[in-house]
């Protein structure tokens, strides 16, 4: 069987079978995992145990269906920092966490500082509960977003096939 080593961690077909398999859905049991890869349920516990030992499984999540929740608007904005050289870029991150609505935070290269994926549940919304927070940030110079008009596609699921030799 061959394996390929990233980030020192051993992934073989199996591994990736294993991962591919967790990442459709979370709660399939080892006994139906086994028999969907053919490998005994101890052999699913031992190797989903060395997953999540060597990192590779961080954590299980039940994903929501926002719409379903009541929040249909879906923005990334761009956030802009005044300055680079003091404290706005650690001060603002630590500001996010009084940010439910944003679902994600990255800090980026280019023309912004920082990517901000945002829900809520209209427009109105977002503007007043998130963008006027934001411009009232300390170090925040500007914000630019784009509302998404539809989703082409979207998953949480990587691509652990590409792990695999072919």
Known sequence: ?????????LLDKADVAILSALQENALITHQQ???KIHLS??????????L???GVI????????PQAL?????????VSLTRHGGNEGSTFEKNMADFPE???CYAITGDADYLLQIVAPSLQALSDSVFKKLTHLSGVHNIRSSIVLQTVKSTTALPVMLMQEP
Do not use: D, H, P, W
């Open 1 to 9: 069987m061959k394996s390929k080593n990233f980030a020192n961690v």
């Open 33 to 35: 995992l086994g028999e």
């Open 41 to 50: 349920t101890s052999q699913i516990s031992r190797r989903i145990q060395s």
């Open 52 to 54: 999540q030992a060597n």
């Open 58 to 65: 961080s954590r299980y999540v039940t994903l929501l269906e």
């Open 70 to 78: 009541g929040l249909g608007v879906r923005a990334f904005t761009y």
């Open 102 to 104: 944003v679902l994600e």
